[in-house]
Antibody
Framework: EVQLVESGGGLVQPGRSMKLSCAAS????????MAWVCQAPKKGLEWVATISYDGSRTYYRDSVKGRFTISRDNAKSTLYLQMDSLRSEDTATYYCARQGVGFAYWGQGTLVTVSS | VQLPQSPSYLAASPGESVSISCKAS??????LAWYQEKPGKTNKLLIHSGSTLQSGTPSRFSGSGSGTDFTLTIRSLESEDFAVYYCQQYNEYPLTFGSGTKLEIK
């Protein structure tokens, strides 16, 4: 059974950093591109970033370029999102997802609240 | 690619059929997926490639369209279908989602 379990969310002050993790199991992690998708409270889904199966290519939405870094450790089957210079508008639930033709599997999400 | 989705809200009764529209601001071939969002559950990929049912998606769901105009149709609504639905294009980066359609019981 495919499982994606996010961790690392919580309350953080504006301008500070936070690192999210996503532990994957039930599939061959290094065969798949992976992504982070977020959802602000009572809002819709927004793609954040994608990393290729081997980590050689990364893609970001404009609003996080230069502040967020997506990475992966294939030996640990774990996806990461390093979030720096956080802003109040980054407040959202962050989901990791396995990317293919669409996002076939999603985690339950971890809530990040950026507030002083 | 902008993905206006309509309607944003839909009320229907079990047994009825409904359709949700997603219109891309430029051609995305058939690189469109549909998702279902329900409280307490992980998001579910229903359809990819515009019209291909993901494994496990009930046959009452169907998708159609290519290029810029896409439709998700649910026939004979069941109680478990009342949820929020999103379209998403994966033709190019940045990947984008529609704004969502909340389907409620009338």
């Amino acid at each position: 059974e495919v499982q994606l379990v996010e961790s690392g969310g919580g309350l953080v002050q504006p301008g500070r950093s936070m690192k999210l993790s996503c532990a994957a199991s039930g599939f061959t992690f290094n065969n798949y591109d992976m992504a982070w998708v977020c959802q602000a409270p009572k809002k819709g889904l927004e793609w954040v970033a994608t990393i290729s199966y081997d980590g050689s290519r990364t893609y970001y939405r404009d609003s996080v370029k230069g502040r967020f870094t997506i990475s992966r450790d294939n030996a640990k089957s774990t996806l990461y999102l390093q979030m720096d210079s956080l802003r109040s508008e980054d407040t959202a639930t962050y989901y990791c997802a396995r990317q293919g033709v669409g996002f076939a599997y999603w985690g339950q999400g971890t809530l990040v609240t950026v507030s002083s | 690619v902008q993905l206006p989705q309509s309607p944003s809200y839909l009320a229907a009764s079990p047994g009825e059929s409904v359709s949700i529209s997603c219109k891309a601001s430029k051609s995305i071939s058939n690189h469109l997926a549909w998702y279902q969002e329900k409280p307490g559950k992980t998001n579910k990929l229903l359809i990819h490639s515009g019209s291909t049912l993901q494994s496990g998606t009930p046959s009452r769901f169907s998708g159609s369209g290519s290029g810029t105009d896409f439709t998700l149709t649910i026939r004979s609504l069941e109680s478990e279908d009342f949820a929020v639905y999103y379209c998403q294009q994966y033709n190019e980066y940045p990947l984008t989602f529609g704004s969502g359609t909340k389907l409620e019981i009338k």
